[in-house]
């Protein structure tokens, strides 16, 4: 099979994965993106390994900003967004995800890789030991809680190139009661925020980088975010109408489950 073709085939692939996962979950697909954009990249096109993790988080926060506008967007007109607390949250989380770009592009890439792997494996452990949502009260959370959390996800959006989708689920519905639906529809809309930071600050941080394979954008690889986009928004408008027909306890351990496979992923174990 040409290279080529196989390329987009596994990246399709991928792209209607994450799209999925960013309409059923609210997680923006970074945690199914980047893993496989740094195996085409370093497998496929040899490319070193501390370029290939920021090209990957570059790229998928790239592919996030458009799929979670649609996303939130279709939450938004089943109303599950709390657009309260989304406000609290966008401003800090788009300059953290400023902070969180430049800080990824001046470190070791296996550190990088490492602690994503970690953070989604706490992510899988602390949800599976949560009892069902459904039986959650939605709690008063403090303005000022808000803006640090916007703060730290959108850091880490920057940092790790997933969106922060998962976290925000994870607090939401940890710390502020949030039923489960309520809590990815609030999600993605927060995730258009972080990953724009993310996405500006990739650009200008790479800007005139060397070593992407093809046409680029600072560190956007623009053909794998033209082949992701165009598998990853279509799919998106399906999770939405998924989301909302999946019992919270099964999205709960469908969440878990991709948690796990993308940690294990990131530790090399496949």
Do not use: C
């Not at 919270?248 to 090399?268: D, P």
Request: aromatic content about 12%.
């Amino acid at each position: 099979m040409d290279i080529f073709l196989a390329i987009v085939l596994v990246l399709g692939l991928t792209g209607t994965i994450a799209g999925l996962g960013a309409g059923i979950l609210g997680v923006g697909g970074g945690f199914v993106m980047v893993p496989v954009q740094y195996w085409v990249l370093t497998g496929l096109f040899g490319v070193e390994p501390t370029l290939a993790t920021r090209i990957a988080f570059a790229t998928s926060l790239a592919v996030i900003l458009p799929t979670a506008i649609v996303t939130a967007s279709g939450h938004a007109k089943k109303g599950a967004v709390a657009w309260d607390s989304v406000k609290h949250m966008l401003i800090p989380g788009f300059l953290a995800a400023i902070a969180g770009a430049y800080v990824a592009t001046s470190v070791q890439g296996d550190w990088l890789r490492y602690l994503f792997g970690f953070l989604l494996l706490g992510a899988a452990v602390k949800m599976a030991l949560k009892p069902s949502y459904q039986a959650d009260k939605e709690r008063n959370t403090a303005v000022w809680v808000f803006i640090s959390i916007g703060a730290i996800f959108g850091f880490l959006s920057g940092l790790l190139g997933i969106g922060g989708g998962y976290l925000i689920v994870l607090f939401l519905t940890l710390v502020s009661g949030y039923q489960i639906h309520r809590a990815v529809g609030t999600s993605t809309a927060f995730l258009i925020f972080a990953s724009a930071g993310g996405v500006l600050a990739y650009i200008l941080f790479g800007w005139g980088v060397t070593g992407i394979p093809g046409p680029s954008l600072g560190y956007i690889d623009l053909q794998q975010w033209i082949i992701l986009v165009v598998t990853t928004i279509p799919a998106s408008f399906v999770g939405v109408s998924l989301s909302h027909r999946i019992s919270a306890r099964h999205l709960e351990w469908l969440f878990v489950g991709l948690l796990i496979l993308s940690a294990l992923k990131m530790f090399g174990f496949f």
